[in-house]
């Protein structure tokens, strides 16, 4: 017997090629139901556990927990060692970086002055939208209608942007300057 996960990964499989999930009878189809109230089972269990979800006109949608893969023990970034490749947890990427999606944005690197951050140019930084920060966090900051991505200080109680590369000076606000968000996370792709 297939077990719900083999049906959620055909799921996954149809919403990564096709942008949407599939119609009751589609699904059936998929997964190799050919019951309509097999697939409404399993829907419904799916649902259940927040792997899906409807729309308010009653169509499916990922769920919270949709894009969840699974997390191996660990790998060291040293020497090899023995390893485990059984799954601990379970992960999904967008509720690891985001808490609240109407405060969160992605925004794209451009330039090198927060290489020493691990921050590199093309990397999309995860943005929570705030109008305050603490010393030493990373900002996305606004100086007189610019933005820059800077590591937030304080000297005699102004701000100062500092760069995370020695080949550029901190700046200092004379003018308008405000604070857009706090950096909470880090989205880079390999090719």
């Not at 999309?124 to 610019?146: F, L, M, N, S, Y």
Request: aromatic fraction near 8%; hydrophobic fraction near 35%.
């Amino acid at each position: 017997m297939v077990g719900d996960g083999q049906y959620l990964e055909a799921l996954r499989a149809y919403y990564g090629q096709h942008g949407v999930l599939p119609s009751y009878a589609t699904i059936g189809r998929l997964v190799g139901m050919s019951s309509k109230a097999s697939v409404a089972e399993m829907v419904e269990r799916l649902k259940q556990a927040s792997y899906l979800d409807r729309t308010p006109d009653r169509r499916l949608r990922p769920g919270r927990r949709f894009h969840e893969r699974e997390v191996a023990d660990h790998v060291r970034a040293g020497p090899p060692s023995s390893g485990s490749d059984v799954p601990t947890e379970t992960l999904s990427l967008d509720s690891y970086v985001t808490w609240d999606r109407r405060d969160t944005v992605l925004v794209r690197v451009k330039g090198d002055s927060m290489i020493d951050a691990g921050i590199l140019e093309g990397d999309i930084v995860v943005v929570t939208r705030r109008p305050d920060a603490r010393t030493g966090q990373i900002v996305v900051a606004i100086i007189d209608g610019e933005f820059t991505l800077k590591r937030l200080a304080f000297e005699r109680g102004r701000p100062v942007l500092r760069a995370e590369n020695r080949a550029y000076s901190p700046l200092r606000p004379r003018g308008g300057f405000e604070i857009f968000g706090v950096v909470v996370g880090l989205v880079r792709r390999y090719p």
